[in-house]
């Protein structure tokens, strides 16, 4: 049974995401509930990242962190979680090293790996091993009572796989790049399965209470054009296209989805063909020539402030600012406002405050100004129509 929640007061993100005008760009943060909030430290305690991610209250409790302390700055809670549950619930052993990151102690070395052959052949039930996941979604969405949407989301096909393979993060990809090249109808498999996956948790995300999805493929910069096309691109379109099938079955209505392949600067106008309804960029992307391309397929764009600027003192963040906001249209259709990428370590949260008041603020004058020149030509176009000083002032 779906739970019930008070209805929405704030739904700007939502109907950006669908196309719609609206009265200024909406705007989150990759990586907004995390290690650069104080509060994020008190409440994570001693437990170890997967404990806090399998803890619904703990979840909770960080996924409204960011809420709570830029209130009215920002539009939308991401629930706190992480991309590599689904290699957790495939059977695969993850553990969170300090200082270092994620590590998988036996990642798939091949093919002929004994470990492959139970992946592939595993009946993975989404809803009982991620139920944990669906859990934290309901609680927030409870915590939450209507102030903004909750974005669920999951990893890219592609970029799971490379951390299955590669056994962590990794600068080189060799295991990855040996699996495409030597072994590429056993990765295609692989990358079904994953894909297949994916739109069952997508799915059930939603019935848990999230309102918007995201598909995280954060490596996706490290594939070819040509490798994308193969290894990438044809997973990203089968999640788009079957996660509203899914919750039709379900009885559950389509919500907005963004796809954000880092990296991928290349295949802007290929994503912008598939049916998510919005493209994330990193800050590769030059925002008028970006949104030029999205525009013309109808998308929505969401991004792209390099996260580095938040180090780089105010002038720089308003100059960054400033560009974004010109270059997507001022910010009232087709622009949910964020950074390229996630936020990086030893953010001052009052930087990242300072981001999202001139999102506010300069969005603001780009539409007054908008206006006036709207204004302008109808006035010509009185005045050269004859109209009199006197029939202007009545608005005649």
């Known amino acids: 049974m779906t739970p019930q929640f008070e209805p929405l007061k704030n739904d700007l993100i939502l109907r950006t995401a669908r196309g719609e005008?609206?009265?200024?760009?909406?705007?989150?943060?990759?990586?907004?509930?995390?290690?650069?909030?104080?509060?994020?430290?008190?409440?994570?305690?001693?437990?170890?990242?997967?404990?806090?991610?399998?803890?619904?209250?703990?979840?909770?409790?960080?996924?409204?962190?960011?809420?709570?302390?830029?209130?009215?700055?920002?539009?939308?809670?991401?629930?706190?979680?992480?991309?590599?549950?689904?290699p957790q619930a495939m059977g695969m052993?993850?553990?969170?090293?300090?200082?270092?990151?994620?590590?998988?102690?036996?990642?798939?070395?091949?093919?002929?790996?004994?470990?492959?052959?139970?992946?592939?052949?595993?009946?993975?039930?989404?809803?009982?091993?991620?139920?944990?996941?669906?859990?934290?979604?309901?609680l927030t969405r409870q915590k939450l009572a209507g102030r903004v949407p909750l974005i669920g989301f999951c990893g890219a096909p592609w970029t799971l796989l490379c951390y299955m393979v590669e056994g962590g993060g990794t600068k080189l990809f060799i295991q990855s790049k040996t699996w495409v090249f030597r072994h590429g109808e056993e990765s295609k498999a692989l990358l079904q399965k994953i894909a297949e996956l994916c739109v069952e948790y997508l799915a059930l995300q939603v019935q848990a209470g999230a309102q918007m999805l995201q598909v995280f493929d954060s490596w996706a910069g490290e594939l070819s054009p040509t490798s994308f096309k193969s290894f990438s691109l044809p997973y990203l379109t089968y999640i788009a296209d079957n996660v509203p099938k899914r919750l039709a079955e379900l009885g559950l209505e389509r919500v907005p989805m963004t796809v954000f392949a880092k990296g991928a600067w290349y295949a802007l106008e290929d994503l912008c063909k598939t049916s998510y309804n919005t493209i994330g960029l990193d800050w590769l992307h030059d925002p008028a020539e970006a949104y030029k391309i999205a525009r013309s397929y109808g998308k929505v764009l969401q991004?792209?402030?390099?996260?580095?600027?938040?180090?780089?003192?105010?002038?720089?963040?308003?100059?960054?600012?400033?560009?974004?906001?010109?270059?997507?249209?001022?910010?009232?259709?087709?622009?949910?406002?964020?950074?390229?990428?996630?936020?990086?370590?030893?953010?001052?949260?009052?930087?990242?405050?300072?981001?999202?008041?001139?999102?506010?603020?300069?969005?603001?004058?780009?539409?007054?100004?908008?206006?006036?020149?709207?204004?302008?030509?109808?006035?010509?176009?009185?005045?050269?129509?004859?109209?009199?000083?006197?029939?202007?002032?009545?608005?005649?």
């Not at 170890?48 to 809670?77: N, V, W, Y």
């Not at 070395?109 to 592939?120: A, C, F, N």
């Open 93 to 138: 052993e993850v553990i969170m090293v300090d200082k270092k990151g994620p590590h998988f102690p036996e990642p798939l070395s091949g093919p002929d790996d004994k470990q492959y052959q139970e992946v592939m052949e595993r009946e993975v039930d989404v809803k009982e091993s991620l139920d944990y996941v669906y859990k934290a979604i309901t």
């Open 303 to 396: 991004g792209n402030a390099d996260p580095g600027v938040l180090y780089g003192g105010r002038e720089a963040i308003t100059a960054v600012v400033k560009e974004m906001v010109a270059g997507f249209g001022g910010g009232k259709q087709g622009w949910i406002a964020n950074l390229g990428h996630g936020i990086t370590p030893f953010v001052k949260p009052d930087d990242l405050k300072f981001f999202f008041e001139e999102i506010h603020k300069h969005a603001a004058s780009s539409q007054a100004a908008g206006e006036e020149a709207t204004e302008e030509p109808s006035t010509r176009d009185m005045a050269m129509r004859g109209e009199s000083n006197k029939n202007l002032l009545h608005g005649i």
């Open 21 to 86: 005008k609206v009265e200024r760009p909406p705007m989150w943060v990759m990586r907004q509930a995390g290690r650069y909030l104080p509060e994020y430290h008190e409440a994570k305690g001693t437990h170890d990242f997967f404990e806090c991610c399998r803890s619904p209250e703990i979840a909770s409790t960080l996924t409204l962190q960011p809420i709570e302390r830029f209130a009215g700055l920002i539009d939308a809670a991401i629930i706190f979680s992480d991309i590599l549950v689904i």
